[in-house]
């Protein structure tokens, strides 16, 4: 039974999820790093918020985990690179508390502009302040959103409901869905001394960190009022205080920090400044969205395979994982095959998916072929990392899709060069569901594959069929199945068995010593 750890405070409704698909799950939310690094071993998945920072170190005493589930969007506190290293698959729930958010860089925007935050706590101070508190309004100001991606999208939206004239900032926002979402599409250059008031709602990237700095501010139009609800290290936070003194910047409304949890900060104290701690995702809508959505994908992956909002592996939905299933078998059969016969470098894999299997979503094909590829060089690759490790192996790898049919409805051929040669193998499925290797370097052959295989190349001559089975009978070696192929008649042959035992390197030596035998080699599925 798989084991999963939830180690950031989620809703309830995840664990009972887990209970219900039969996963045990433990809750601790005070561990120290060092605490979950000496725990991680025992855990299949780890359910996270923003709180655990997901380190290489921990990834690296995970030994058994499989996935992680973040329950909300940003997944700047995991290792990405470092898991998907590891073969650890990473998931967020991209959706679940993006209305919420935007509902929360609305309420600051309005924070801001009436300055609510400080006439709330000078009137419950007793001070009746009524000249102090003078506001802008919002409606026919600019809003000038960087990063106009699902809340960027929403919050644009609500803008326009009040009236705002909204531009957008986003390199990777087209010109149709800027149209769709009736914003101006602008350059950051353009954006910054047109708004009257900024939302940012990128990721923290190398592109994004300090994107507001006092070089950008120094752009800005001057009394604009900023928000930031996505990531603290979009702000440089030393230049904004500066610039609220200077008056350059009207107010700030900040619910992230540069340093989580930020119980010190320069920017505290200040009247200009609004915060709140961390608290877009912060509505029990979007904490039981994104708790229940974790749970459920994180068993699925656990359970059954399927692979939703992965951000380092290609998705399979669980409507896709039975038709892709039995194509997983065969596609990893064919990787093995080749890598298990491979003995030098490999230079150039190239994947050819014809027929019926070239309708499907082949990207898990593809990691799955690399899989069995690698898996004989590399013992802990696994679809999640074998395209990291075929790169980082400066493996070309292509993959061609094709409608037309041949022999076969459905076809996946592998053909692997290395510094030596070029191999092919190919299969298909039987009655839709059982995998048959139909092809080898070209020779049509109908095996299945089983634990333990003897494959052979010899030259077709009479007497090879009864001196190997002999041979193999007099070892002890029960023949299960027996599979052969040739080029022509006297021409180059293969041999293809399926063995009860394991066959051992002395029994291995003799089939190699009879006479028309090119190579033997042992193989396992
Ligand atoms: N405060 C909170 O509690 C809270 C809650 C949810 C999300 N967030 C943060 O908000 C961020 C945005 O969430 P989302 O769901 O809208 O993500 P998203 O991926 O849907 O949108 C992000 C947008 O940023 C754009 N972008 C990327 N690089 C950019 C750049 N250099 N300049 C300008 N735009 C760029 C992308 O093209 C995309 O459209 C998340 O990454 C997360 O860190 C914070
Ligand atoms: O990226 C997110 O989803 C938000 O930052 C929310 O983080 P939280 O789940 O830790 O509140």
Known sequence: MPKVLISDKLSPAAIQIFKDRGIEVDVNTSLSPDELKAVIGQYDGLAIRSNTKVTAEILAAATNLKVVGRAGIGVDNVDVPAATARGIVVMNTPFGNSITTAEHAIAMMFSLAREIPQANASTHAGKWEKSKFMGVELTGKVLGIVGCGNIGAIVADRAQGLRMRVIAYDPFLSTERAKELNVEKVELDELFPRADFITLHTPLTEATRNIIDAKAIAKMKKGVRIINCARGGLIVEE?????????????????????????????FSNDKVVCTPHLGASTSEAQENVAL???????????????????????????????????????????????????????????????????????????????????????????????????????????????SVGDYHTLIRVTVTTDQRERSVAGTLFGGDKPRLVEIKGISIEAELGPYMLYVTNQDKPGFIGALGSLLGQNGVNIATFHLGRAAPGGDAILLTQVDQPMDASLLEKVRALPQVVQAKALAF
């Open 239 to 267: 230049d904004l205080k500066a610039a609220i003194e200077a008056g350059q910047v009207a107010g700030a409304a900040l619910d992230v920090f540069k340093v989580e949890p930020a119980k010190e900060n320069l920017l």
């Open 293 to 403: 959505q974790v749970a459920e994908q994180m068993a699925d992956y656990l359970l059954t395979g399927a692979v939703t909002n992965a951000l380092n592996i290609p998705s399979v939905s669980a409507e896709d994982a039975p038709k892709l299933r039995p194509y997983m078998t065969l596609a990893n059969q064919l990787g093995s095959f080749a890598g298990q016969l491979t003995e030098t470098g490999i230079r150039d894999v190239k994947i050819e998916y014809i027929g019926h299997v070239a309708t499907l979503n082949t990207k898990p094909l593809t990691a799955i072929v690399l899989e069995g590829l690698l898996k004989p060089m590399n013992e802990t690759v696994n679809m999640v990392n074998a395209p990291v490790v075929a790169k980082d192996r400066n493996i070309k790898v292509s993959t061609v899709k094709t409608d």
